[in-house]
């Protein structure tokens, strides 16, 4: 005590006099003022992780499920009410996402070549989808701040280059199909 001064002591005692009165008018704090406002934020991204990560499971497990079609399209009609692709129909051409369900089940069934050939953007998408899960399951178990990670990758650049590689992936579906292969 020798080291203080009597003023230093009452403004001490000022303090938490302040800080009782405040926890008298309000007895039951918010959780974001006794934890802090990041422990809703990290909550809350722990709870869009597992939607996330549920949402990936249960597309796998149906492309696991599905018997993938010998043509290389149209495993999504097993998928009811879904019918054939209208592009192949009307157009005689295979649509940009033609043979992306074929790619899916065969990835899930661990055919990866297979899986290429029938659709390569739906190969690569399907192997975004099971690491997506895995990430996901991660974030919600352990609460790790990596999706902010993730997030900052998100940019127009990004965007362009997958929509490239969707025109890639139609163009080969289409010569493909001319060559009289399997779409």
């Known amino acids: 005590m020798e080291g203080r001064s009597p003023r230093g002591e ?3 005692r000022r303090k938490i006099g302040q800080g009782m009165n405040e926890v008298l008018r309000d007895p039951m ?5 006794v934890l802090g406002a990041g422990t809703r934020r990290i909550g809350m991204e722990r709870l869009v992780a597992a939607v996330v990560a ?3 499971l249960a597309l796998l497990l149906v492309a696991a499920w599905l018997e993938p079609s010998l043509t290389g399209v149209g495993t999504h009609t097993q998928i009811v009410p879904l019918r054939s692709c209208a592009w192949i129909e009307v157009a005689g051409l295979p649509c940009p996402t033609c043979g992306m369900t074929t790619a899916f089940a065969h990835a899930a069934d ?10 390569p953007m739906g190969f690569v998408l399907a192997m975004l989808t099971a690491m997506t899960f895995w990430v996901s399951l991660y974030i919600a178990l352990t609460g790790s701040p990596i999706a902010r990670v993730f997030a900052r990758m998100w940019r127009p650049s990004v965007v362009w280059i997958g929509a490239a590689l969707i025109l890639a992936s139609w163009g080969y579906k289409i010569w493909a ?5 399997d779409l």
């Open 10 to 12: 009452a403004a001490s």
């Open 29 to 33: 704090p918010s959780v974001d003022r």
């Open 54 to 56: 549920a949402a990936c």
């Open 110 to 119: 661990g055919r990866f070549l297979q899986s290429f050939l029938a659709q």
């Open 177 to 181: 199909m001319k060559q009289g292969g």
